[in-house]
């Protein structure tokens, strides 16, 4: 295999790191390698592996995946409103193409269509089941951990990359996000290839990588839109600076890169925006049935603001400090609703990250070939710390203001720059622990990780209380270890240095075991045990309040009922969101219906907000109800909001409309539309929300609002159990 030779050199061996490979030498890598004798930088190229690398690499991805895989079931449909769509896309291709809700076409649900692809494909082929759906998120979180440690070894060596592999695999929100159906599985991985592809073309500057970059990212955005794009900055920078070729070569090289993610992500939208209106399903979460304002409306700069036409609670302008979605400021990712699922390491990684950028600054001044001075900018690990370093700042700093909806199980998208962070900076210091600082550095890594990892585990004082201070005091003992790891024989550093290890991912492992053993549905989850991650917002600190603790769900967003995402029994109406009972917000909820996966136990909507968020349980009568003459009519019923909707299209395979979309606050269909439909005998039955005010969040005056009382004073009543349908073939 050829090899790219080391750019600057330190000497002496190593018995951790990456040892110098011998190969041919480039034109740039001569430039590089003149003239550094003295310099404290180590710039490996391929490392050369040692024998025991590949086995260790297959292991972390054999275990990784059994460790997903583990107990997969339990989450049954996951995100009902995201496996409607993949059951429609298995039976529609124009429903996979649009990513339609339902195969009637009626409305998409409110994001591009790239994530639901495998698992629509995934469908065609086994069938619809929690397995078919969930497999293919699981496969994209191992492929995610073998790019970042691909990423890591190249320019660290393997060691470093099994770190980054395994932090990345035991981060909790990556354990419960590659387990479920939402988008963020795959953004994440392609985010991780963008940044793999980006360090790869800052060894050599070959075009081919950058362009491939560009084509990663462009598929991101169709599967979450412009999120994909908060890592363009760091990346475009750091090339443009950074670049072994030309300045003229380097924007050229951005210019085909940038032309590559627009054709990528773009071919799919000029088709949507070009395709008449009248024949393709309406835009879900737009206003205007447009798919370029609901990518910069409602799922792009309305996310930083807060002004999101449409959402949950209406739109309207967000508030700095607290608000609806928790609490904004620079010390988001660390407090009681983020903090459990992402922060474990995040300490370490910024000292480590200051200390790799530290460890790799050029101390001459080099001087190429031809006599050209030049100040060893080109430095490929350097160049990697500033990718992968400079992607976890940026998106820990937007998702710390940002003042719209946001999640907890948005942070997946830190993990694999986080890890690949951790890595590269221990391996690097691992590399010079016989200078003082290093081995310092290396110590106070490993005390932020345990004396944070403490205070997380402390936050939830009843989950493993013991685990905290073994967590403390193996910190602290191995730190006082690499403290003097230069003094100590090699079998004692190795185990200073694991015993470091060990006590780093203890917490994060032990929440990740958590999130595996249980299953998790509903638009809202998260990690880790019950109160580990308590949004405050409106209700107040560690719960309650808008979005605190889901109605049947426990304080972690998980639920322990029936795993096939459609319960049989009958609940109460719930609680826990602002007007909870059998009001709450405008549209109530679905009396006596309980909560998807919970068993029957809990109630109805939580005021609106269960069906919203959660969909509804079916019961077996209401399920033959519908099911009776429904190869007759496109839908065989129409509900206000995904959620609900999607619920009995799961439970009946068959096509459910859902008006409104996702909160209920869509203008879809217009009540002629949907006049139309019912005339033309396309609409069996109606589901009611039981309100009289529409369901979802639309108010009084919204569209889903006017078709509820024209219905429920032109047609026919029939009640199943608790659950109150509408006959659309008999007038009242």
């Not at 988008?183 to 500057?205: F, I, K, S």
Request: hydrophobic letters at 45%.
């Amino acid at each position: 295999m050829t090899t790219h030779t080391d750019r600057t050199t330190s000497p002496g061996p190593s018995d951790w790191g990456p040892p110098t490979a011998p190969g041919n030498t480039s034109t740039a890598d001569t430039a590089d390698t003149a003239n550094t004798a003295g310099t404290d930088v180590q710039e490996p190229g391929i490392p050369k592996d040692p024998r025991w690398a590949r086995p260790a690499f297959l292991g972390l991805l054999l275990v990784t995946a059994a460790l997903y895989l583990y107990n997969l079931s339990a989450s049954g449909y996951a995100n009902s409103f995201y496996s409607a769509a993949v059951q429609a896309g298995s039976q529609s291709w124009k429903a996979f193409f649009f990513g339609s809700l339902d195969a009637g076409n009626a409305i998409t649900v409110d994001k591009p269509p790239a994530s639901l692809w495998p698992m629509e494909l995934s469908v065609r082929i086994f069938g619809l089941n929690s397995w078919a759906i969930l497999v293919p998120e699981v496969l994209m979180g191992v492929g995610t951990v073998a790019v970042v440690y691909s990423s890591v070894r190249r320019r660290v060596g393997a060691a470093a990359g099994l770190i980054a592999g395994a932090v990345l695999a035991l981060t909790p929100v990556a354990a419960l996000m590659f387990r479920f159906n939402n988008p963020d599985a795959m953004l994440a991985l392609l985010m991780a290839v963008a940044c793999c592809l980006v360090a790869r073309a800052l060894e050599d500057g070959r075009t081919k990588w950058l362009v491939w970059a560009g084509v990663a990212i462009g598929f991101a955005f169709l599967a979450k839109t412009l999120q994909a794009f908060l890592i363009l900055p760091p990346l475009a920078i750091v090339y443009a600076v950074c670049a072994p070729v030309s300045v003229r070569k380097r924007f050229g090289q951005l210019a085909a890169a940038t032309l590559a993610l627009v054709v990528s992500g773009g071919w799919w939208v000029a088709i949507v925006e070009l395709w008449p209106a009248s024949s393709r399903p309406y835009i879900g979460g737009s206003q205007n049935n447009s798919f370029l304002e609901l990518t910069f409306g409602y799922n792009g700069l309305g996310r930083l603001s807060g002004d999101e036409t449409g959402s949950v609670g209406g739109g309207g302008g967000g508030n700095a400090g607290t608000g609806m979605w928790g609490e904004t400021g620079w010390n988001r990712m660390f407090n009681s609703e983020i903090g459990g699922q992402i922060s474990w390491l995040l300490p370490a990684a910024l000292i480590l990250l200051v200390a790799g950028l530290v460890a790799t600054l050029p101390h001459s001044r080099l001087r190429s070939s031809g006599g050209t001075p030049i100040l060893g900018r080109t430095s490929a690990t350097r160049s990697a710390f500033l990718v992968w370093g400079g992607s976890l700042l940026i998106t820990m700093v937007v998702f710390s203001y940002m003042a719209g909806i946001f999640h907890q199980y948005y942070t997946v998208a830190l993990a694999p720059y986080l890890a690949a962070v951790i890595g590269m900076g221990a391996g690097i210091l691992w590399e010079k622990r016989s200078r003082v600082w290093a081995s310092l550095t290396l110590a106070a890594a490993v005390v932020a990780s345990a004396a944070w990892g403490y205070v997380l585990l402390d936050r939830t004082s009843d989950y493993l209380p013991w685990l905290k201070w073994l967590v403390l005091l193996g910190g602290l003992v191995a730190a006082l270890g690499l403290i003097f790891v230069a003094r100590l024989g090699r079998q004692l550093a190795l185990a200073a240095a694991s015993l470091g290890i060990v006590a780093s991912l203890a917490g994060p492992t032990a929440y990740t075991l958590t999130t595996v053993r249980e299953g998790h549905t509903g638009s809202i989850v998260t990690a880790g045990p019950a109160g580990a991650s308590m949004m405050g917002g409106r209700g107040g600190p560690r719960g309650g309040g808008f979005g605190g603790r889901v109605p049947g769900q426990n304080g972690n967003g998980n639920t322990n009922g029936n795993t096939n995402g459609n319960t049989q029994g009958q609940g109460q109406p719930g609680n826990g969101f602002p007007g909870a009972g059998t009001g709450g917000f405008p549209g109530g909820g679905m009396p006596g219906q309980s909560q998807q996966g919970d068993g029957g136990r809990t109630g109805g909507a939580g005021g609106a907000m269960g069906g919203l968020l959660n969909g509804a349980s079916v019961t077996a009568e209401a399920k033959k109800l519908l099911e009776t003459d429904s190869d007759q009519y496109t839908w065989a019923a129409a509900a206000i909001g995904s959620q609900n909707a999607a619920s009995y299209q799961l439970s009946t395979g068959e096509p459910v409309m859902a008006i409104g979309g996702f909160n209920g606050t869509d203008p879809s269909p217009t009540l002629a539309q949907f006049k139309k439909y019912v005339e033309d005998g396309r609409i069996h039955y109606f589901i009611s929300s039981g309100s009289g005010r529409g369901g979802g969040m639309g108010g009084s005056s919204g569209t889903s609002s006017q078709i509820t009382s024209w219905i429920e004073a032109t047609f026919k009543k029939v009640t199943v159990g608790s659950a109150t349908f509408y006959d659309l073939t008999r007038k009242a």
